[in-house]
T-cell receptor, first 115, second 113 residues
Framework: DTAVSQTPKYLVTQMGNDKSIKCEQNLGHDTMYWYKQDSKKFLKIMFSYNNKELIINETVPNRFSPKSPDKAHLNLHINSLELGDSAVYFCASSHGTTSGANVLTFGAGSRLTVL | DQQVKQNSPSLSVQEGRISILNCDYTNSMFDYFLWYKKYPAEGPTFLIS?????DKNEDGRFTVFLNKSAKHLSLHIVPSQPGDSAVYFCAASAQWGNTPLVFGKGTRLSVIA
């Protein structure tokens, strides 16, 4: 059983479109995250939710909107896609709060290509 | 600004020898450090961590060393195996408060048989 699963794994779309990436974890973790790995290979935090509550919201355009219907799911919706949104998006989860002592478990990533 | 730096984008090591991956950080608030390993088309997986109250943590073939005064940590893999070939990410955070993990750019390790 996959602990953190993301769908779709690959997504190719045109500029201006709206798309969603879904994430589910079956680890019973309280906190979920979205990270973005851009062309420079940095893994950067975008959002963090703890028990469905938004905890961290880094400097991300408001075209990106996370939604957590329950603590096992954290979806990422992106409006009006731009070329610069092309990246690999990783979902992750951890026990407890966002405190740094917690180890994150990552999904396999969703590669978004905007043409 | 890069708070966590991995200045070597790649490293090649012969099988059986030691691999040493380095990481530097700039934020003095960081007190918890982790190494993640990533294979192609997979997510990063946790490898080993160290708290700032220690200067060494060992788990099998993997040892992490922390030099707080130099703001430097390193991951040693002994002996290196072909299956260790992957990208290794260093990550850091503060243990208290809602501070997320900050990652370096990664170092690609190739272990040659």
């Amino acid at each position: 059983d996959t602990a953190v699963s993301q769908t779709p794994k690959y997504l190719v779309t045109q500029m201006g479109n709206d798309k969603s990436i879904k994430c589910e974890q079956n680890l019973g973790h309280d906190t979920m995250y979205w990270y973005k790995q851009d062309s420079k290979k940095f893994l950067k935090i975008m959002f963090s939710y703890n028990n469905k509550e938004l905890i961290i919201n880094e400097t991300v355009p408001n075209r990106f909107s996370p939604k957590s219907p329950d603590k096992a799911h954290l979806n990422l919706h992106i409006n009006s896609l731009e070329l610069g949104d092309s990246a690999v998006y990783f979902c992750a989860s951890s026990h407890g709060t966002t405190s740094g002592a917690n180890v994150l478990t990552f999904g396999a990533g969703s590669r978004l290509t905007v043409l | 600004d890069q708070q966590v730096k991995q200045n070597s984008p790649s490293l090649s090591v012969q099988e059986g020898r030691i691999s040493i991956l380095n990481c530097d950080y700039t934020n003095s608030m960081f007190d918890y450090f982790l190494w993640y390993k990533k294979y192609p088309a997979e997510g990063p997986t946790f490898l080993i961590s160290i708290s700032s109250i220690k200067d060494k943590n060992e788990d099998g073939r993997f040892t992490v060393f922390l030099n707080k005064s130099a703001k430097h940590l390193s991951l040693h893999i002994v002996p290196s195996q072909p299956g260790d070939s992957a990208v290794y990410f260093c990550a850091a955070s503060a243990q208290w408060g809602n501070t997320p993990l900050v990652f370096g750019k990664g170092t690609r390790l190739s272990v040659i048989a």
